[in-house]
Every structure is written in structure tokens, then in C-alpha cells.
């Protein structure tokens, strides 16, 4: 029953024979690094891709190799995963075809556009897992753009790449559970934390316990972080509306709204996040279905409880297909490969897939919950200012966005087409979802119902003077 | 069914061609129904490469382009914006010296239509654009042509049609079209109905369908551009750049972003398509040496839409052999942003006055009824159109 995932079975009773690069996965965090491990165990070598210089995805990120922090340092309770994962990759990449900082640009006819060292390059499939992850989620408030803010994912990647706080007084703000991670994590690595401002009441948070209940040792991680925080004298607010961020050359203080009161901090530095969001593109461009996620409060590929997406051939993992976490990431990318495997004739531990379709539908449980805690402030687009810059790259304010509306059109890329929201070089990944909120809010519509950001390649940059192998 | 709503000329398709005559027809008095499928300007007229120019096209086209220039140099009084629409010249460059002779004689057969082509030398290329790579031996500028933001000017007419009178309908995809034996009777699959005694078939690449219900089949082709566009860059290129005998195309807008297209995508369904990872590639190769200002650039986006191309790369224009009040306007062949709004205007006239100012004869739909691929009366001249390229380059279907 167990020989498969032992990897005791080979391609001995294999079915259909399939060569090294037909099976490619995309991206190397847990769930991608986990997908690569179960094919290889049945004797499946795959092709696996990735962005990064190191495996171990945007959680588990590694530092360069001549750092000597101790897992334990860099990733606290999450060390023996990381360290984990961190194994793994290190002891399958001479085994599998792993490319590390390799782009994936565009997919075309069952073909993955490459670039590599500024060499692009085609990688033909037949089977593929899409692994490719998240970014915070982004709600602007007024001087985001100044140096000196960061999102919390990128004040985390500071810390853990580079051993380095992105100030000396820095405040958090948003929601969700990464906010409090991040400002323990700072705290302890001898950053001041000046406060922590959290968006989400903390009644919220008392209602969503029964459902948090469900996953206790996760719950029992984030009220540690949050009682370790409050007795090491970091002060904690809830129910926090963050008004704006001052500075003129850069961060000096931020205000926020708490009740009918204003208050003011100084700082030199700012994070903040409101939760994750998918990295879809690459599936967008696979031709994959969409279905609109009110949990996520986003367009997400389908995929079905074992993986498979609308596509034939291509399979999705981790929180590139809706935001579960890493442990259900590495879930997720064993269960797309043995789902794989098993579409392709590999005999599979069929007991196994089943126990990891569970956990994972106990861990969306909890997402629920988490949802509940740490609720999307839904009053955001009411109260962003006309001047609030949405829009980075293009320069396009919350007003221009709300005139474009006021001119007859609400379907968000026609809206791109006409105020430049979401044209610039992010492609919409950092502003879009604000961008939506606002056109929903302002032409009366349900955020489900102002339509979905095409997908466009490049999905990153791509640069004049690529060679191509021909 | 709804009851049909009675008009003067409906208009399907609001392309930049269907929505100025739908305009040109309110302002002269008419009821009209404009009828979009998608969006207006959202398909061809709405994602091209934002060309306005007159130099390089057929001398068959000149007349009405001469009469378009009119149009755009009074843009906002037409439109209400100028859609980022600058008079930068358009420079058209040659690689070889065959190509300049190419642009040499093009400069002599097309004197009289007002262009004022100047012939560029190495030298004094080299003098007025620096910027311009090695690899071009001489240049024809025409420095009254120029650029356009095709997202904002394209719908801009639609709008300016609404505010004009017109009743516009986006999202009104046409589901059946009849004659009742006095006037043409439109539905739309969301149970519109339209009545009117003139109908003006603007339907784009997709106006095949129509033209062959009344028993004027086309050969129609679909093409598909291969668009790109960079991040801002500091300001370079002050002309809008193509080259002698097809290649990458280049023009550089106020914010600083270049704007490049080249070769062909490939269709994702009928109304969409992809530039194609072949032709963006193409371009992001061998740019630099036409615009080495663009070495080390990173393009952000990528893009492609669906054009219609008959045979001879002419557009149909003008009334059908067949069918008494229906009007064709399609086929521009990827050239129809800057001549669109003259085509409207001449389609506009034969409703109105019965006969368009200017001749259409050469854009007559009768050329394919007889010996189709021999007897077109579009005049050859030694120079192609620009910006049109090979349609069997990229991955665009066979």
C-alpha cells in the first residue's frame, strides 16, 4: 500500500513512459519542492523552475550561502519545516532538472517560456504544476509610496535573506496572521517595534476562535506571537483605520483613525499588508478557468479537490490557487503529483491522497476562520482619498479611477484602458485588487462583478537584447 | 420581440470606421444606432500600434487620408480630447539602398497630396536623429504625421457620436440581420431590435459574415500584430518610426514609454488573439540596432487584437453591389486608425447625400466578384504600407 510513497515502486509497473522534461513544475516553495520529491519517488524525474537563487519559496527563504544564521534564528517555530523543505531540494536537485532564478515569462501551446541569465529559453510539457505562490495583498494609503514603507512580505525577506530591519522604529499595519509574525520576528532580532496596527476588531477575532479552534498548535503560534508582543511592551492596537504615512524624503511618523480618535506615531519605517494574494498569471496564461473566490476575495483558477485544474495536463498547488499557508502548500504539491502520477498510470498510495485532501479541507476550515479574524476591511475603497495614488507605476490616483467610473465604464480592463490603472511594469500584480475595489465601490457593483484582469506576457519584465535559442 | 426601434442607418460595429460614421451621420441630422459587439475601439481600432500617418500607404488611399489629416488636426473639437494625439512626424527608414529608392520613388508618385516628404540622406539622418541605428542608410520623414493613443481616441468617437445624438449600445452582440423590403431589420441577442433603411456593415474582421449574407462573399483573412510596450525611458525617439518594407515600428509617448510592434501573433479564439512568444522575442532582438537608445530596456506588456486583410491589403469601402442601402466599411488591413474617421465621414455622406466626396472606387466590393485576384483597381505603387507585415511570420495560423 505504502511502496509507492516509499518510493520502493519504480517505473517497473509503470505505465506510460514519460521523459525527463514532459513533467515540469513551477516554482520551488513547498509546494513545488514537495511535488518534485513524490514524482521523483516514483521514479518521475521533472523539470522544476524557479525564480529564486535557492529553493524554499517566498516562507521558507533562504539566506545566501555564506550566512550563518541558525534556522532556528531565522524562522522560529517554522525552523524544522524549513529546514525540512530546505533538505529536501538540497538533496533532489542533483536527481531532478532543477533550474534555479529562472523566470517563467509566458505559455504558449504546452510550451513555458524561459529566461535564464538573460538567455531565453523554451521548455515544452505534457504535465505541469503550477506552484508559483503569493505577494501581500495591498490596500495604498496616502504616502505608501514613500521610501521607507515596505510590504510585510518584503520586511520579512529583509530580515531573513539579508539579516537586515528595513528601520529602527518601525510600525506594522494591516491584518492577518503574517503581521504579527513579522513584528515578533522583528522585535526579536533587536528591531523597535513602535506599534502594531492592526485593521481587524478584536471582536472579530473572538468570533472566529471556534473555527480557529480547528487547527489549535497554528492558533496557539499566533497568540504567542501577539502575548510575546504586548509583554515585551510593544504596544498593540485593533480596529485601526491607517489614515496616512508622513515624510517628506522619506517615513517620519504615520496616523490612524481608532474609533473617532487620531493618533499619531513616529517612525522611520512602515510594513504593511492586508493578508496575501495569488500569483495567478501563469495560470491565466495556461488558459485555465477562473472562478471568483469570496473567501479570497479574488479570481482564482479552479482546481478540483485533488488538484487538477480545467486544463488537461495541468495541476495546481500551494497558495498560487487560493492563500492556505505553507503547511497546506506542502500538502497541496504532494497531492498535484500524486494526482499527476496517478492520471498517468503510476500506481499511487490512493489511501494517501485521500488523507491530504482531509487535512487540506480541515486547514480551509480554518482559513474560514482566519477570514473572520482578520476580515478585509471592507469600508477601504469608501475612505481611500481621491488623491491617493493606487496605481504606483502609472501614477493613477483613486480619483482618476473614480472619474473613469463616473464616465460610464465599470469592467476593470476597460477602466485599465482608459485611466492607465494597472498598465505599468507590476501588470496590475501589486495594484489591481485596490484598483477593482475602487471600481466596485464607486459604480455600485459587487467587486465580483466589475470582471478580472486579463493576463498579459511578459508576467515580469523582460529586457531588449535577449538571446533566444532557436 | 421587442419592438424594433426605428433609425435612419444602424451601424454595426464601433471600431473607429462605425463609430465616426455613426457620429458624422448624428451631427448631420440622422438617428442612428450603433450597435458593439465588445466594447467600443476595444478590438483592432482600440490595440493598435497608434499610427497616424499618411506616408508609406497606397496612392489609392491618399485622397481619403489627405481628408483624415483634416479630420485629426481638429481632433478635439470632433472627439472632446486629443487621445495624446501629436503631429511628431513620422520617419520611415531604409536599410538598404534599394529600399531608399523604394522611398525615393514613393516620394515622387505621391507629390500632390500634400505630404511634403523630405529625403534623409545617411548624413543628415544621422544629424537630425541621432538616436536612429547605423543599420539605416537614409530616411523619408513626413513631419506633419504622427501619433495617437488608440485606447482613448478610438472610444472617443463612439462617445462623441452618444453626446452627438447617436444611440449607442456596447455589449450588443448582433444576432440576426434582415431586410423586411424597405428597410433592414437588426437584432441583437439580448432582444434589441433595429429598424432602419441604411445599414453600414463597420464589423471589422468579422464583416466577412455580414457581406456574404448578402451574397457578396470576401476573401477575408484575419491578421494579428505582435505589440509591445517598454517601462518610461528618458525621451529619445521624437517621430514615429517605421521601416521600409516591414520591421519593428517604434513610437515614444509623453510618459516615456516605447511603444513597438512587429510580426504576427496568433489568434486564442475568434475575438481574441496573443502576440506569440516568436514575435516578441524577434523584436526584443533585433530592435536595438534599428533604436539602440532601447539596449537594456525591459518591456512591460505585451499585446496583440485581430485585424481584417483582404487580398490586395485595400480596404472594402463604400455601397454594396447587391443589396440596396447596405454600406461596407472593413477590411483596412491594419491601417485603418488614421484613414478610420475620413472613412466614416465618406460612408456618412452616402447616406446623407447619396455620394461620398471622394471617390471610393478603388475600394469598390465588386473587385471580387469577377477574376478576384487580377483585376484591382488599387493603383501599385513601388512602396508597400508600413506597419502591415508578412502575415505568415510568428505562429499566426497557416
Known sequence: MNEAKNGAVSEAVNAPATSVASTVIVGAGPAGIRAAQTLLAHGLRPCLLDESLRGGGQVYRRQPEHFKRSAKALYGFEAGKAESVHTTIDQLQAEIDYRPETLVWNAESRTLDTLHNGRAAQVPFKHLIVATGATDRILPVPGWTLPGVYSLGAAQIALKFQGCAIGQRVVFAGSGPLLYLVAYQYAKAGATVAAVLDSSPFSAQTRALPALLGQPSTLAKGLYYRAWLTAHGVPVHQGVHLHDIQGERRVSGVSWQQGNQRKNLVCDALAFAHALRSETQLADLLGCDFAWSALNRAWLPTRDAAGRSSVEGVYLAGDGAGIMGADAAEMAGELAALTLLGDLGYRIDRARSIELQRQLAAIQRFRQGLETAFPFPEDWAAKAPDSLIVCRCEEVSAGEIRQTVAEGHWEINRVKAMCRVGMGRCQGRMCGLAATEIVAHASGREVACVGRLRGQAPIKPLPFGVEAEQ | ?398
Open chain 2, 1 to 398: 420581440m421587442s419592438q424594433p426601434v426605428e433609425v435612419d442607418a444602424v451601424v454595426i460595429g464601433g471600431g473607429i470606421v462605425g463609430a465616426s460614421a455613426a457620429l458624422f451621420l448624428a451631427l448631420s441630422g440622422k438617428r442612428v444606432a450603433l450597435l458593439e459587439r465588445d466594447f467600443f475601439g476595444s478590438h483592432s481600432s482600440g490595440v493598435n500600434y497608434g499610427g497616424v500617418r499618411r506616408q508609406g500607404r497606397p496612392l489609392s488611399q491618399l485622397p481619403l487620408s489627405r481628408r483624415a489629416h483634416e479630420i485629426w488636426g481638429d481632433l478635439r473639437a470632433f472627439i472632446g480630447t486629443d487621445g495624446e494625439y501629436v503631429r511628431s512626424g513620422h520617419l520611415k527608414l531604409a536599410r538598404s539602398d534599394k529600399d531608399m529608392a523604394a522611398l525615393v520613388a514613393y516620394e515622387e508618385a505621391s507629390r500632390g497630396f500634400g505630404m511634403q516628404l523630405q529625403l534623409l540622406d545617411h548624413a543628415q539622418l544621422r544629424a537630425r536623429f541621432p538616436w536612429a541605428g547605423d543599420v539605416a542608410v537614409g530616411a523619408s520623414l513626413c513631419a506633419d504625421d504622427g501619433h495617437a493613443n488608440p485606447r482613448l481616441v478610438s472610444p472617443a468617437f463612439a462617445f462623441a457620436a452618444r453626446r452627438a445624438g447617436a444611440q449607442t449600445f456596447e455589449q450588443a452582440h448582433v444576432s440576426e440581420v434582415s431586410h423586411d423590403g424597405q428597410a433592414f431589420v437588426v437584432r441583437t441577442a439580448d432582444d434589441q431590435c433595429f429598424r432602419g433603411p441604411w445599414l453600414l456593415n463597420c464589423a471589422g474582421a468579422w464583416a466577412a459574415q455580414l457581406a456574404q449574407q448578402f451574397g457578396e462573399p470576401v476573401p477575408m483573412r484575419a491578421g494579428h500584430p505582435a505589440m509591445l510596450v517598454t517601462e518610461p525611458l528618458p525621451m529619445f525617439m521624437d517621430v514615429s518610426t517605421g521601416v521600409e518594407g516591414g520591421g519593428i515600428y517604434a513610437r515614444q509617448v509623453a510618459r516615456g514609454n516605447c511603444v513597438l510592434g512587429g510580426g504576427q501573433g496568433f489568434p486564442l479564439d475568434p475575438a481574441t488573439a496573443r502576440p506569440g512568444q516568436a514575435a516578441i522575442l524577434e523584436i526584443l532582438r533585433n530592435a536595438v540596432e534599428l533604436y539602440p537608445p532601447l539596449a537594456g530596456a525591459q518591456a512591460i506588456r505585451t499585446w496583440s487584437g485581430t485585424e481584417g486583410y483582404l487580398p490586395d491589403r485595400e480596404p472594402v469601402l463604400g455601397a454594396s453591389s447587391t443589396q440596396p442601402g447596405l454600406l461596407h466599411g472593413f477590411g483596412f488591413a491594419g491601417s485603418g486608425f488614421q484613414i478610420g474617421p475620413a472613412a466614416g465621414e465618406a460612408l456618412a455622406q452616402m447616406v446623407c447625400a447619396g455620394a461620398s466626396n471622394i471617390d471610393l472606387t478603388p475600394f469598390s466590393i465588386t473587385r471580387f466578384q469577377s477574376q478576384p485576384h487580377t483585376s484591382s483597381p488599387a493603383i501599385v505603387v513601388p512602396s508597400g504600407t508600413d506597419n502591415v507585415i508578412p502575415l505568415l511570420r510568428g505562429r499566426s495560423n497557416p
